[in-house]
């Protein structure tokens, strides 16, 4: 059960970075973390693109510390309650999560992610500091696009009843989130073409999301996540991780 879940968690980070709604604003993240312009950004310069890589691991740093402390929160104090409880919130849980797979691909409208919080770091200047705060603002603020994604992975951290648990899952989704990032600071000239070229693609990843969060919502109202384990394994003869 803790295998498939840190798997879905992975994916649904990845698809996260891939919303409509995130993937178009980074370019501009990294010319802003890396305290330079996109045309700079484009030139292929080594030392910049050092830089820009490392303020991206900083960056990403950010997100997953504030991303991982929600998941430990909401964890232990879910865990607290009884088991009856336990089996009532897996159900408002699921119901929650495929509510928002329904939001994901366009089928129900939940006014609450069309906004965004925003924290003001613009006294900070360019450096590895700053990219970390606008890492955790990044992950305080969600986006409208991967918040419902985010928060039904929230969502199976406080029903894991798992401290540990709840921490591992949202660092697996944490990760998922940050290796198309890294990867971007690390090949910043032909990730900015690929963007550029492929935008109209990415509504589709909102519609996948939404399908895995439909999936995702059905299995923790049921609470078939060790069926649905044990079923991968005879079809495809290994565990998902």
Same mark, same amino acid.
């Given at each position: 059960?803790?295998?498939?879940?840190?798997?879905?968690?992975?994916?649904?980070?990845?698809?996260?970075?891939?919303?409509?709604?995130?993937?178009?604003?980074?370019?501009?993240?990294?010319?802003?973390?890396?305290?330079?312009?996109?045309?700079?950004?484009?030139? *292929?310069? &080594?030392?910049?693109?050092?830089?820009?890589?490392?303020?991206?691991?900083?960056?990403?740093?950010?997100?997953?510390?504030?991303?991982?402390?929600?998941?430990?929160?909401?964890?232990?104090?879910? $865990?607290?309650?009884?088991?009856?409880?336990?089996?009532?919130?897996?159900?408002?849980?699921?119901?929650?999560?495929?509510?928002?797979?329904?939001?994901?691909?366009?089928?129900?409208?939940?006014?609450?992610? /069309?906004?965004?919080?925003?924290?003001?770091?613009? $006294?900070? &200047?360019?450096?590895?500091?700053?990219?970390?705060?606008?890492?955790?603002?990044?992950?305080? *603020?969600?986006?409208?696009?991967?918040?419902?994604?985010?928060?039904?992975?929230?969502?199976?951290?406080?029903?894991?009843?798992?401290?540990?648990?709840?921490?591992?899952?949202?660092?697996?989704?944490?990760?998922?989130?940050?290796?198309?990032?890294?990867?971007?600071?690390?090949?910043? /000239?032909?990730?900015?073409?690929?963007?550029?070229?492929?935008?109209?693609?990415?509504?589709?990843?909102?519609?996948?999301?939404?399908?895995?969060?439909?999936?995702? *919502?059905?299995?923790?109202?049921?609470?078939?996540?060790?069926?649905?384990?044990?079923?991968?394994? /005879?079809?495809?003869?290994?565990?998902?991780?």
């Amino acid at each position: 059960m803790e295998e498939l879940g840190l798997g879905v968690a992975f994916i649904a980070g990845v698809l996260s970075f891939f919303s409509p709604c995130v993937v178009p604003l980074i370019p501009g993240y990294m010319a802003y973390i890396s305290g330079t312009s996109l045309k700079q950004l484009q030139s *292929g310069s &080594k030392e910049l693109q050092t830089r820009v890589f490392t303020n991206a691991v900083m960056f990403t740093l950010g997100f997953a510390a504030v991303f991982i402390t929600l998941g430990m929160v909401i964890a232990g104090a879910f $865990g607290q309650i009884g088991p009856e409880a336990q089996i009532w919130l897996a159900r408002i849980g699921g119901v929650i999560i495929i509510a928002f797979g329904l939001n994901a691909t366009g089928l129900l409208e939940i006014p609450l992610f /069309d906004r965004t919080l925003r924290l003001n770091v613009q $006294g900070f &200047k360019p450096g590895h500091l700053r990219s970390a705060s606008l890492g955790a603002a990044f992950g305080v *603020g969600w986006t409208p696009c991967f918040g419902p994604i985010l928060t039904s992975i929230l969502i199976l951290a406080g029903t894991s009843g798992s401290v540990y648990l709840g921490g591992a899952l949202l660092t697996s989704y944490s990760v998922g989130l940050a290796v198309p990032f890294l990867l971007t600071g690390a090949l910043t /000239d032909r990730v900015f073409g690929f963007i550029n070229s492929h935008q109209s693609a990415f509504k589709y990843f909102n519609i996948v999301a939404g399908v895995l969060l439909i999936g995702l *919502g059905i299995v923790v109202f049921t609470n078939r996540f060790a069926v649905l384990l044990a079923l991968t394994y /005879d079809l495809f003869g290994l565990v998902i991780i």
